[in-house]
Structure formats: C-alpha cells, structure tokens
C-alpha cells in the first residue's frame, strides 16, 4: 500500500456530472411554533410504548388516515390510507415524484414557481418549462394552489401522457380545486407535510395515484421511514387541527 | 434445491423470488397478518433505545429545540462522529466538514451513488448482499458487476475476485464488513489487499460499516480508510439504527473528501432535507453517553450461541458469524429452495426467517436467521423449526 495521506479537505474524489447542475442546498431555519401538550405527550408515549424502530413500510395506519382525512377536508378528493406513504418531509415526496414519474429528456411542466423541484428534475434527466408547446413532451406537471386555476382548468386536461404532481405542502393560498376534479385521479400525485407546524421533525406524504406502490418503493430505498416518533406525534397534531377546523 | 414446486406459495410472492427487496417485503408483510409470529426477518434490533438517549430526545421536545438543523446536519453531531472516526475507526484526518449526517444508512448509500456515478459507471459488489445497494446504483444509472464469496472462506472478500473483474467502467468497489446477510467480516490482510488493488486501479472505496461494533469470537474490524493513501480514495458509511437500536430514529452518516461530502449536501438538500433534529439529539446522545452497545454485544454473543446450537442440532450448517447478527444458514439439505421453506416455515411454524434468494438469486440454498428476539422467544423459533425442517429434509 503506497501514498501519504493528506487532510482530507485537500483531496477531491471525481463526481458524477450530474452534481455540477444541482443548485446550492437551500437551510431551512425559521420560528418554530410552540407545540400542544397532546402533541408532546404523544411523542412521550410512542417513546415509552417503544415506537422507537423502524415503523411499517408505509408510514403507520392512523398516519395515513389523518393525511387521508386532511386532503378530503381540503378538496373533498378520497384518497385510501393504502395509497399513501409517509415521507420525511414533503421534500421527500416531491423528490420522489419527479425521479419515478419524469422520463428521462422529457418536460417537466412548471406553471408556478419551479425552485421546489428544479434540483429533482435536474436529478431526473429532465427539463423545465413555463409553458407547454408540444403537450406529448410533458411527462409530469407540477402544479400547486398558488398558481392561476383558470390555467390549470385549461392545459392539464390536454396533456396526454402527463402524471400530475400537486404539492399543497408550502403554497400560500388555499383553494378547494385538486387536479383529480378534472383529469382521472389515477394519474395524480398528491403531496402535503408538516413543514409548518413541526418543522424539525420531518414529516410528509405523498398520497394516491397508479403508480403508488411504485413510488412507496423508492422511498423504502431511500429512507426506509419517517422517523417513527415523529409520527405518532403528527397523528395527534392533525387530529387536533381536524377538531379545531369542525 | 428444488425449483420453487410448493403450489401453495401465492404467485405474487413466487413472482418476487428475483427481487430482493420486495420478497422481504411481502414476507414481512404476510407476517403481519400471521398472529403470534415470531420475527427473525428484519435486521431491527428488539433492544429498546437506551434511556438516556431517548431523555436527550425528550428534553429537546420540552425545551421546544426542535428546529431543523443544516442539511448537513446539527453541527454538534458532525463534531461527535468525526471525533468518533478518529478516536475508533484511525480515520485520523476526518473533519465535521468530512462528515453529513443521513436519514439512516440507507440514504447514505443512495447519496453517494448519486454523487459519484455517471451512467455506466461499475460498481463491483459482493455476492450475496443487501439488495438495496443495487437499487441505489441502479437509481443512478451505475451498474452492478459482482465477484462471489463462499462459505468455505466464511465470506470473507477474496481480493483477486475483485481485481478479475475490474474494467475501463469501474468506478468503485463496494466492501461491506461485517457483512448483511453472512455475517463475514474481511480480515485485515484482505483488506490490505483490496485498498493495494484500489490505489494501482484508482478506484474509490464505498465501505459499510454498520454492523462494525458487533464482532465475536475475537474477530476485530477495520476500516478500509485508515490505511495508508486510502483516506483520499474511501467513502465511509455508518449509523445508529444497529449499534444503538435506534432503526425508527432514522439516522446514518458518511465520512468523505469535502468535495464529495459537499455535493453530498446539495443532493440531500433535493431528496430530503435535514434528518429530523429530535434524532439528531438523540444521536449525540448515544456516541456521549455510557457504552451501551457493549452491553448489547455480550446479548447477542448470548443469543448467537444459542441459535447456532439450535441449527447445529437440526443437521444445518451456517457460515462462522464473525459480525453482525444473523446465521447465514446452508438450508440445501432440505432439498428445498429457501423461498418454499421460508413459506413453510412461516405458514407452518410462525416463523418469519428471510430466505437467501432475498439477497442474491444464487442464495436459494441459504436461510438468514436473525438474533433479534430475547432468548425465550429464540428458543421457541427454534423448536417450532426444527420439525419443519426435519419433515421436508426426510421426504
């Protein structure tokens, strides 16, 4: 065995390309919101009941069921608890949507603000657009609440081969629409998290569509599960917002 | 072995029998619908986490500290595990700049795939292993060329195997000690040998060392990296999940050259953020509290005595366990394929045991047996097996 080891900041190992297009990680900081007494003590007990391991593949039951309860609050859509996957973070889901669903050299299309996924796509092999001129080309549309119904009412139904991802998760407006109102909910994704109310503790969804388990298996190869404290702790959160918005 | 002949195994499982990870899956899962089953499939410790690793999580809870950390992750866990890199691995020239933080292992290993690999790109790995790390290669385009290791050799790495299989393409050699599913570790010579094969060759080292605290018999671990010119040329992969019972905390972490830790930074940042901070805390927890995974050893040294027994008794022979905690267990005498009898043993016994061809087609011949239920539950696995076993090997 030859050579001299170096500090490690001199050395440099090759890279795949892919990295020279990723943009710099954006931290996320913020205030953190005080949390409810139920939401601690939910935390307490799954720790004590030992919900310290790996939890189910998908995400725990009451988990998937409140996410469930939340989207057909928002928009009256029905989504089955067997089609959805908790994440760690709605970064998580949406990272995994676009790298299972945009084909490689394909168009991703962005009507609203794309810096949420320009890295996936950069991940995928993919392209972003603004605006759709050849509708076969789009492999999925990323749209959220924040951009403008009257469009998306419009193009999404004319786009043939797309899957619909619909990241409810940061958008500042909230709206009942939901794509599956108007193209076939098999072909949509949609994507929410606790980035506001539990920001540290890094739970998120991904829920419905076709392609389902296809996308869970990504995620149990990525990161097994969302940390399972964290999502007993989710459970009670959502439970209570659900009772505090009857 | 036969060739899969029980008509009773469903065709959605027999369908999986060359995908790794999902036929554990559906074992695990047609598990959970199979009342008092007894788990010696998934490699989660049955060990609580420590207590005063879950009172460091609790009192972050309390003191509403739960804000995320950098991508890279909390900077105090980065001091503690690049002080733990060197004081325990001779990994003497890392820094908290070398090291990320991970949302377990596993996400590590897809990470530094994504960072290295070019399309095409190889990556030589040992045959049998955890199939994951095909999908991360594969996620990023990378290719899986294999060389094999044996029972006879207690699957230890045979240096000369990896270099026969070297090509223009090669971009790394994947070294896992000990070793999922065997229970191998690779001596220190063979060792020497791979980092000799890896600096004439100018290939990086990928090394898992998860398992690296659990080693019996007065087998020791070493770390690829701290051999002389290999700090520049290895990637070391780790975690809590198995040293401290920490699977549900979902935290790992690598030790790298800063260019690649940084571009590692710029992935995680895409694919899922900052590991959650309550088990981040509590991973500092753990590498500055008492030694419990010392403790944790002489249980599974325990335990371990106590299945090899038990296989030894029904007439199966199993690879010498030098790590980890599996017996990586020769079912051929059986003449049944493992998938049939991990079917059998799970619909016959209630016993959830991961047949070998979930960790390489080549592995139909193999069981791997964890350690991971107290010794009472243990031992019942044991005796509800052996009739299984002993019924099929006779007719």
Request: glycine share 6%.
């Amino acid at each position: 065995v030859t050579g001299s080891p170096q500090p490690l900041d001199k050395l440099a190992l090759p890279l795949a390309n892919r990295v020279a297009g990723l943009p710099d990680a954006q931290e996320i900081g913020g205030n953190v919101p005080p949390l409810s007494e139920g939401v601690i003590e939910a935390a307490f007990d799954a720790m004590k009941r030992g919900e310290t391991h790996y939890t189910d593949r998908p995400g725990i039951l009451p988990l998937r069921q409140a996410a469930a309860d939340r989207i057909k609050k928002q928009s009256s859509v029905e989504i089955s608890p067997k089609d959805i996957t908790i994440t760690c973070d709605a970064t998580e889901a949406r990272f995994i949507a676009i790298k299972i669903l945009a084909e490689r050299d394909s168009v991703v299309f962005v009507p609203g603000d794309w810096t949420p996924v320009m890295g996936a796509v950069v991940l995928a092999d993919s392209t972003i657009v603004a605006e759709v001129s050849v509708p076969d080309a789009v492999s999925v549309a990323y749209v959220t609440p924040d951009d403008d119904e009257t469009i998306l009412r419009d193009v999404l139904p004319t786009l043939p081969k797309a899957w619909i991802v619909w990241d409810v998760s940061s958008a500042k407006n909230q709206t009942s629409f939901h794509p599956a109102q108007i193209v076939p909910a098999s072909r949509v994704v949609t994507i929410d998290g606790l980035a506001s109310e539990l920001p540290g503790w890094r739970i998120g969804w991904m829920a419905g569509s076709e392609v389902a388990e296809r996308l869970r298996s990504l995620k149990q190869n990525m990161t097994i599960c969302a940390t399972s404290v964290a999502q007993w702790a989710a459970v009670e959160l959502l439970n209570e917002m659900h009772k505090e918005s009857r | 072995v036969t060739n899969l002949a029980n008509a009773k195994i469903p065709e959605s499982v027999r369908a999986l029998a060359t995908d790794g990870n999902k036929l554990r899956f559906a074992l695990v899962e047609m598990a959970a619908g199979i009342k008092d089953t007894i788990l010696l499939g998934r490699g989660d410790p049955d060990l609580p986490t420590p207590q005063h690793i879950m009172e460091a999580a609790q009192r972050t809870i309390i003191d509403g500290k739960t804000s995320p950390t950098p991508v890279a992750g909390l900077p105090e866990l980065r001091e503690h595990i690049a002080a733990k890199f060197r004081r325990d691995n001779g990994l003497d020239f890392i820094q908290p700049e070398n090291v990320i933080v991970t949302t377990g292992g596993q996400e590590g290993l897809f990470l530094i795939m994504q960072t290295i690999l070019n399309p095409g790109d190889e990556v030589i790995c040992p045959d049998p292993r955890y199939t994951v790390y095909d999908d991360a290669i594969q996620h990023a385009r990378g290719v899986v060329v294999e060389f094999p290791t044996d029972h006879d050799d207690a699957f230890n790495m045979r240096p000369e195997r990896i270099e026969a299989v070297i090509t223009p393409r090669t971009k790394a050699i994947l070294v896992v000690t000990p070793s999922n599913p065997t229970s191998g570790i690779v001596t220190e010579d063979r060792l020497r040998a791979i980092a000799e094969i890896a600096q004439r060759h100018n290939l990086i080292v990928i090394s898992d060392e998860i398992y690296e605290r659990f080693t019996y018999d007065g087998w020791k671990h070493f770390s690829i990296g701290s051999f002389p010119g290999m700090a520049e040329r290895t990637i070391t992969l780790n975690g809590f999940s198995k040293a401290y019972a920490m699977t549900g905390w979902r935290v790992g972490y690598v030790a790298a050259p800063k260019n690649v830790i940084d571009a590692m930074i710029k992935v995680k940042a895409i694919t899922s953020g900052p590991a959650a901070t309550i088990s981040q805390v509590a991973s500092v927890a753990a590498l500055t509290g008492p030694d419990v995974v010392a403790d944790f050893l002489r249980i599974y040294t325990e335990r371990r005595a106590l299945v090899t027994a038990a296989l030894t008794d029904m007439g199966l022979s199993y690879s010498d366990s030098r790590g980890a905690f599996f017996a990586w267990t020769n079912s051929s005498s059986t003449g049944i394929h493992a998938m049939e009898l991990a079917y059998l043993l799970l619909q016959e016994g209630k016993i959830l045991i991961f047949p070998g061809n979930a960790f390489g087609p080549n592995w139909g011949g193999y069981l791997r047996v964890s350690f991971l239920q107290d010794t009472e539950l243990l031992r019942e696995a044991m005796v509800r097996m052996r009739p299984i076993i002993e019924r099929y090997r006779s007719a």
